[in-house]
């Protein structure tokens, strides 16, 4: 009995194959990479700031009113003020439509400054820090603003933190 062996490809039948991937293919395919990253970053970086679009916080630091006291004593906001009708017989509720417009959030431990310029007295600023809040306003500093002694809600969680993927609880700088 014999035994035939059995046969396999010779070695230069893979040789004459090409390869995958060659220079030129990976410069093309690097080359549409580059530009569809260029592409990218100038269709997102191009966000309408027209008032009908609040698209970034930018726009809405810088329209925060006195926007650099703002962004040095506190942080910008926006602010909304509605009413709620309610009736109880028969019971529903109404609530009007609602005004938006910016405003910012002193840190407590800048409240001198709405002192200094004689905006709150001394019994209001004692007032909001027995309650342990902090004052917001609306409107310019300079020319009538409205200032309210403002209660930080800290119930009211950030849902877009607790999304898988996002690290850590929120920082103390957080807390006004």
Same mark, same amino acid.
């Given at each position: 009995?014999?035994?035939?062996?059995?046969? +396999?490809?010779?070695? &230069?039948?893979?040789?004459? !194959?090409? #390869? =995958?991937?060659?220079?030129?293919? *990976?410069?093309? =395919?690097?080359?549409?990479?580059?530009?569809? /990253?260029?592409?990218?970053?100038?269709?997102?970086?191009?966000?309408? =700031?027209?008032?009908? &679009?609040?698209?970034?916080?930018?726009?809405?630091?810088?329209?925060?009113?006195?926007?650099?006291?703002?962004?040095?004593?506190?942080?910008?906001?926006?602010?909304?003020? =509605?009413? /709620?009708?309610?009736? +109880?017989?028969?019971?529903?509720? +109404?609530?009007?439509?609602?005004? *938006?417009?910016?405003?910012? /959030?002193?840190?407590?431990?800048?409240?001198?400054?709405?002192?200094?310029?004689?905006?709150?007295?001394?019994?209001?600023?004692?007032?909001?820090?027995?309650?342990?809040?902090?004052?917001?306003?609306?409107?310019?500093? &300079?020319?009538?603003?409205? *200032?309210?002694? *403002? +209660?930080? &809600?800290?119930?009211?969680?950030?849902?877009?933190?607790?999304? #898988?993927?996002?690290?850590?609880?929120?920082? !103390?700088?957080?807390?006004?």
């Amino acid at each position: 009995m014999t035994r035939t062996r059995p046969r +396999y490809p010779s070695s &230069n039948s893979s040789a004459s !194959e090409k #390869p =995958l991937l060659n220079a030129t293919t *990976i410069a093309i =395919l690097s080359a549409v990479f580059v530009v569809g /990253v260029l592409v990218g970053t100038v269709f997102s970086s191009t966000a309408s =700031l027209n008032p009908e &679009n609040v698209a970034s916080r930018e726009f809405i630091d810088r329209s925060a009113p006195n926007y650099e006291l703002c962004a040095k004593f506190g942080a910008s906001s926006t602010v909304s003020d =509605l009413r /709620v009708f309610v009736t +109880y017989n028969p019971f529903n509720v +109404y609530v009007t439509q609602p005004s *938006i417009r910016p405003g910012c /959030v002193l840190r407590r431990n800048n409240w001198s400054i709405l002192e200094q310029r004689r905006l709150v007295t001394s019994e209001q600023v004692r007032d909001c820090k027995n309650r342990m809040n902090t004052f917001g306003f609306t409107g310019d500093l &300079n020319s009538s603003p409205e *200032i309210e002694c *403002i +209660y930080q &809600n800290e119930s009211a969680d950030n849902f877009f933190l607790n999304q #898988p993927g996002t690290v850590g609880p929120r920082p !103390e700088t957080d807390n006004f």
